[in-house]
Nanobody
Framework: QVQLVESGGGLVQAGGSLRLSCAAS????????MGWFRQAQGKEREFVAL????????NYADSVKGRFTISRDNAKNTVYLQMNSLKPEDTAVYYC????????????????WGQGTQVTVSS
C-alpha cells in the first residue's frame, strides 16, 4: 500500500521558515519525480516545486522561486521542502505527490498524493 505522509507544517510569522517532509512507503521514491503542491482555502490546488528522480533538476513556481528549496534523500525515501521568507499568501495545505510522467507541473499528471499538512503564515 502506497503512503505519502507530510509533516512539518504549522503556524509561523511572516518572514519565518518551515521545513516540510514527505515520507514515502510502499514505493521507491527514486523511481519518481516528486512534487509539492498547495491549496489555499477556496482556491485550486497549485504547483509549488518538483525535483527529478536523481535530484539534478528542480522547478519552482514563480511565486516561491528564491524562497523555497526542494530536496530529496532517496536513501530515506523522503522529500523535503525548505520554505524561507514566508508570506501570508503562502498559507495553504501543502501536499506532496509522485509522477512517472517526467518533469511536469500539472497536478493531473501526478498519481499518488499525501494527505497534506497545513501551513499558516501570520502577518
Amino acid at each position: 500500500q502506497v503512503q505519502l505522509v507530510e509533516s512539518g507544517g504549522g503556524l509561523v510569522q511572516a518572514g519565518g521558515s518551515l521545513r516540510l517532509s514527505c515520507a514515502a512507503s510502499g514505493l521507491t521514491v527514486s523511481n519518481y519525480v516528486m512534487g509539492w503542491f498547495r491549496q489555499a482555502q477556496g482556491k485550486e490546488r497549485e504547483f509549488v516545486a518538483l525535483i527529478s528522480r536523481g535530484g539534478a533538476i528542480t522547478n519552482y513556481a514563480d511565486s516561491v522561486k528564491g524562497r523555497f528549496t526542494i530536496s530529496r534523500d532517496n536513501a530515506k525515501n523522503t522529500v523535503y521542502l525548505q520554505m524561507n521568507s514566508l508570506k501570508p499568501e503562502d498559507t495553504a495545505v501543502y501536499y506532496c505527490a509522485t509522477t512517472q510522467r517526467g518533469i511536469v507541473i500539472s497536478k493531473s499528471e501526478y498519481n499518488y498524493w499525501g494527505q497534506g499538512t497545513q501551513v499558516t503564515v501570520s502577518s
